[in-house]
């Protein structure tokens, strides 16, 4: 069966802490591995990562992707209030897109 | 209890053909999200109900495109008149509550997609 796995599911940190984001696949005819960060109704696209072992980074924010082992992970640095949401984790496949069910991060001032 | 699940999987269409997606949300899921995501980026929301009532439809492109949750639960995304632009997967997400205090209720739950192909 197919899955995407997500953890930890919560997470609470000071301001100023950095966080990693677990992202663990199970896929057939897996083609990308896609991170979002959710506030209210629409996901916001963050990385789309397709080769193992390349770090995609956009800020504060760096993801890379383990294909080998089957997992991403999603690190972010010196957090902020602003970085509080639900970060969502897909694979594409080619057919459909497996949604975890995110991790939800709360940055605390 | 199950997941989010769409209908069909995939839909491959003639251009100016009618289709009919459809989505049924975790039980007792109050919030449903419509969102159409184009071939290598995020998904841009379409429309969003709260129960039966459509309360933001400002992300449907054109008058072509209606949606529909008429009991609450099950919703319907109606496409009129396809064209080649509107190829993409269409997803559908639901959550217990959009706008609780409690951060858990705001979670959406996403379903497969429903990938279509307008010729």
């Known amino acids: 069966e197919d899955k995407v796995v997500q953890s930890p599911l919560s997470l609470v940190v000071h301001e100023g802490d950095t966080v990693t984001l677990n992202c663990s696949y199970e896929?057939?005819?897996?083609?990308?591995l896609l991170w979002y960060k959710q506030e209210k109704k629409a996901p916001t696209f963050l990385f789309m990562l397709?080769?193992?072992?390349i770090e995609k980074k956009s800020g504060r924010l760096s993801s890379i992707l383990d294909k080998k082992e089957l997992f991403s992970i999603l690190n972010i640095t010196a957090t902020q209030t602003g970085d509080s949401a639900v970060y969502l984790c897909?694979?594409?496949?080619?057919?459909?897109?497996?949604f975890g069910t995110g991790t939800s991060l709360t940055v605390i001032p | 209890g199950a997941g989010v699940s769409q209908s069909p999987r995939y839909k491959v269409a003639k251009r100016g053909q009618d289709v009919a997606l459809r989505c049924d949300p975790i039980?007792?899921?109050?919030?449903l999200f419509w969102y159409q995501q184009a071939l290598g980026q995020g998904p841009e929301f379409l429309t969003y109900?709260?129960?039966?009532?459509?309360?933001?439809k400002s992300g449907l492109p054109s008058d072509r495109f209606f949606a529909e949750r008429p009991e609450g639960s099950v919703s319907t995304l109606k496409i009129q008149r396809t064209q080649q632009e509107d190829s993409a997967v269409y997803l559908c997400a639901s959550s217990l509550r959009l706008g609780s205090p409690f951060p858990t209720d705001n979670e959406q739950f996403f379903g497969p997609g429903t990938r279509l192909t307008v010729l």
């Open positions: 039980s007792g899921h109050v919030s």
């Open positions: 397709t080769s193992s072992g």
């Open positions: 109900f709260q129960n039966e009532a459509q309360l933001d």
């Open positions: 896929v057939t005819n897996f083609r990308s």
């Open positions: 897909a694979t594409d496949t080619g057919n459909q897109f497996y």
